[in-house]
């Protein structure tokens, strides 16, 4: 991970833990996951071409508190051709925004790092903004998402250049019953290109394994810990039209 993404990791945390909140009653949950995911790169540069496979393996962690969150992401990997052999380093620090029980928006640096035996590394680093769709397929049990992605504004390092980016994951969550363990299945695919010459293509099937609150169960969660109080507007109101 580069200075720049370790420095951005540490100030949007520190952003985030000194943001009032909406309700003073929320709490800080954080979920923790595991994941392990097979890859296809298709890289492009001028008319040369190549496509390489291989596993990549990695860890994330996910901090809510009311509608705010924040989400850390690394994973490293390897893949290879007959001709070609990459290892890949990639990672985000998003800070996000709950503006309704299906809808989160993200905001934050994503960067990804191809690593060659005898050149020097390179870098594809983007800020970018994001949304991420959720529908309940069995209510508290098994959701569907799709997350989408757009860089405004990237960097590669190697030719330099500015890039652009793009990208979708779409999947399902599975929740255990009365455990706090829980499964992810995803697809995703993500392209760097930088001046129409040089393009980097990803796609992948990864799994993930987690413990902790997901943003939507904890939403759940936390509207049954905390039901409408009678000081409430709304239950003062009702309270006036009962007598």
């Not at 992401?73 to 996000?96: I, M, W």
């Not at 309704?100 to 590394?121: K, M, Q, Y």
């Not at 959720?134 to 860089?151: C, K, N, T």
Request: hydrophobic letters at 40%.
């Amino acid at each position: 991970m580069t200075r720049q993404l370790r420095f951005a990791c540490a100030a949007l945390f520190s952003a985030l833990t000194l943001t009032p909140q909406l309700r003073a009653q929320s709490r800080w949950t954080v979920s923790f996951g595991a994941s392990g995911a097979s890859e296809i790169l298709h890289s492009r540069l001028g008319t040369a071409q190549a496509r390489l496979s291989g596993s990549q393996f990695g860890g994330e962690a996910l901090a809510t508190r009311g509608r705010f969150a924040a989400r850390l992401r690394y994973g490293q990997g390897h893949v290879t051709s007959d001709t070609a052999a990459r290892d890949v380093v990639q990672g985000e620090a998003l800070v996000g925004y709950k503006a309704r029980s299906w809808l989160g928006l993200w905001l934050g640096p994503r960067a990804r790092t191809f690593v060659a035996p005898g050149l020097s590394d390179r870098r594809w680093l983007f800020w970018s903004g994001g949304v991420t769709a959720r529908g309940a397929i069995f209510p508290g049990y098994l959701d569907s998402f799709v997350e989408m992605w757009q860089g405004f504004s990237g960097t590669l390092n190697r030719p330099a250049s500015s890039a652009s980016g793009r990208g979708v994951d779409l999947g399902v969550e599975a929740r255990l019953p009365k455990r706090r363990w829980w499964v992810r299945l995803a697809y995703h695919i993500d392209q760097g290109r930088a001046n129409d010459s040089h393009r980097d293509t990803v796609e992948g099937l990864a799994l993930t394994v987690g413990r902790g609150d997901l943003i939507s169960s904890a939403a759940l969660q936390r509207s049954r810990e905390y039901p409408p109080s009678s000081e409430s507007p709304c239950a003062e109101g009702a309270g006036r039209r009962a007598q």
